[in-house]
């Protein structure tokens, strides 16, 4: 058996693999996917900034494969689970860099994902490219897709995400103004440093939850890191099944979920900072 968060039946934490998890789960039982994957850099050398200190970049193990045909194959296992426990109107978010994302929407279309939009996170903050050698990588991208071609009963809060953009239709480029999770909503070891390197902020995901779901929806990340998904949840009443296979990921997560109190977000009448 997994370990599960046993705080809240409304939000768990589990602690395992996703490929070894999602069978477990009911099939046609989700409502909405968002999916972080690894994004296989595949980077070969240290990177420095220009004063020589050591850029933390993204090389843990569990963004390493052997090959791109081993992520490709990766990609699909994963993609097949999430496809089998989505509802018929259930709907997919993947997240990715130039690294990746193009082989994950491949994927995603030969498994039967049918694509609503591409949505272009711009990031107030990227990090610059210190050789001068290319341009600054300033955004990512999230690919939304139905898991079915023919539903169109699935889940867009038009009008709350229009909310968003002084009352206009809002637009698949979205700007942030947050830095890349800098602040107090990074989560540091006690030496200071980053629990996880590539933490995504709080704002981008309120901004997807609140798009694609409903409250009492229950949403999945299968690479749920450091809780960023399930405590946002938490926040606007949803439910969430996060699973995360790294145990100090897990246990940072853990410990952020039980720091927030729920639908800490319902009544303020905010909303995230972005144009």
Request: charged share 30%; net charge negative; proline share 5%.
């Amino acid at each position: 058996m997994h370990e599960k968060d046993s705080d809240s039946i409304d939000q768990q934490i589990i602690h395992g693999d996703c490929l070894e998890t999602m069978p477990q789960m009911e099939p046609e039982s989700v409502d909405v996917c968002f999916a972080d994957p690894p994004y296989n850099l595949q980077l070969e050398n240290e990177l420095y900034r220009p004063n020589r200190t050591k850029v933390d970049a993204v090389d843990e193990d569990w963004d390493q494969f052997d090959s791109m045909l081993a992520y490709d194959r990766f990609t699909e296992a994963w993609m097949r689970e999430v496809r089998r426990v989505l509802k018929p109107n259930g709907t997919l978010w993947v997240i990715g860099s130039y690294h990746n994302i193009f082989r994950v929407g491949r994927v995603l279309m030969d498994v039967g994902f049918w694509i609503l939009n591409d949505i272009i996170w711009i990031k107030s903050n990227p990090m610059p490219n210190f050789r001068g050698v290319r341009f600054t990588n300033a955004t990512e991208t999230l690919i939304w897709a139905v898991r079915d071609q023919e539903r169109k009963d699935y889940t867009f809060n038009y009008e709350q995400m229009k909310s968003y953009n002084d009352g206009k239709q809002m637009r698949s480029d979205w700007y942030i103004r947050e830095p890349v999770c800098a602040g107090p909503e990074r989560l540091r070891d006690e030496n200071g440093d980053k629990v996880h390197s590539t933490q995504k902020p709080e704002a981008l995901l309120r901004m997807v939850v609140e798009a694609s779901t409903n409250p009492g929806d229950l949403v999945l990340d299968p690479f749920a890191g450091v809780g960023t998904t399930v405590a946002v949840c938490r926040k606007l009443n949803r439910r969430c099944i996060g699973i995360e296979l790294e145990e100090q990921y897990v246990e940072a997560a853990r410990k952020r979920l039980s720091d927030i109190q729920p639908s800490l977000w319902l009544d303020e009448g905010t909303v995230p900072a972005a144009e």
